[in-house]
Every structure is written in structure tokens, then in C-alpha cells.
């Protein structure tokens, strides 16, 4: 073994030798020791009863109540704002970096709001639209509908 393997192992073997390097080897087997006895195993605990009784679905009151949990979350999930459209774009011609932008949020059945920015070198401007039913309720521009149809297809950013 000759160059780099033959000096990183004479380096290692210095290493392990060294009070250092035991030390550092003792906390790490006490930190994990201490690790298991505070977290791991309580967590342990826990969980048992659950798999021991064959969780929910034995006990046919849990399991209605179990599945009335699920459908209250999945009606409240569906009011939420879930998707998202973004188009970045050059309102002006003489302005680069694509800086002003159209952006879309809504729910499940497409009800939100649309906020637009448009950068020339002079100012920006910000623009605020309802959207229902994946519709504004004024007038849209190009990349505006675009970030809409993002939304509609499901095309989410995260």
C-alpha cells in the first residue's frame, strides 16, 4: 500500500490510540444509552397497546369514531388552500428577468384569490382578484390565466 490509503490508515491508527478519540467513543455510547432508556424505549411503551390489541379495527365503536375523524378532516381539507399556480413573466419590453409575476391559490373546488405584481423600471404595481370556480371576478391577462389553469390542472408548488 503506497500514497494516500497507506498514510490515511497510519493517521488512523494514530487516532484510535489516542485519549481523544476515547473519550469521544464513551459519549457517544453514553449519549446512546441515555437515548434509548429516555426516548426510544418510552415511545416503545406507547406504542405496544395498539399493536397488541390489533389497533381500531376490532372495535367496531372505535373504528365509527375513527372514521367520522376522517371524514371531518377530509371536509376541512377540502375548504383549504391547496393549490397553487405561478407564472413569472416581462410585463415590458425594456425590462429583463422576467420580475413581474401572476399568482394563484385556491381550494379544492377552485375558490381563492389571484395576486399579480407588475415591475417597470419606474414602479411596481400589485393587483388582488377573487377567483370562484376557477373564474376572477375581473378581467384577466394572459399570465394571470395561466396561473388559474395551473391551479385547475392540479399542478402544485411546494
Not at 490515511?8 to 457517544?28: E, I, M, N, Q, R
Amino acid at each position: 500500500m503506497n500514497g494516500p490509503s497507506s498514510s490515511f490508515l497510519a493517521g488512523l491508527g494514530d487516532a484510535l490510540t489516542s485519549p481523544l478519540f476515547a473519550v469521544a467513543l464513551l459519549g457517544a455510547i453514553v449519549v446512546s444509552i441515555v437515548y434509548h432508556l429516555m426516548i426510544a424505549r418510552p415511545a416503545l411503551r406507547r406504542l405496544r397497546p395498539l399493536a397488541g390489541r390489533g389497533g381500531a379495527a376490532r372495535d367496531p365503536a372505535e373504528l365509527g369514531a375513527l372514521q367520522r375523524r376522517v371524514d371531518a378532516l377530509e371536509a376541512t381539507a377540502a375548504h383549504t388552500l391547496q393549490r397553487v399556480g405561478f407564472v413569472r413573466f416581462n410585463a415590458f419590453a425594456d425590462v429583463g428577468s422576467e420580475l413581474s409575476y401572476a399568482l394563484a391559490v385556491v381550494d379544492s373546488e377552485g375558490n381563492g384569490f389571484l395576486v399579480s405584481s407588475i415591475y417597470s423600471r419606474e414602479e411596481v404595481r400589485t393587483y388582488a382578484k377573487a377567483i370562484r370556480k376557477f373564474a376572477a371576478d375581473k378581467e384577466l391577462s394572459e399570465e394571470e390565466q395561466r396561473a388559474i389553469e395551473q391551479t385547475k390542472a392540479g399542478l402544485n408548488i411546494h
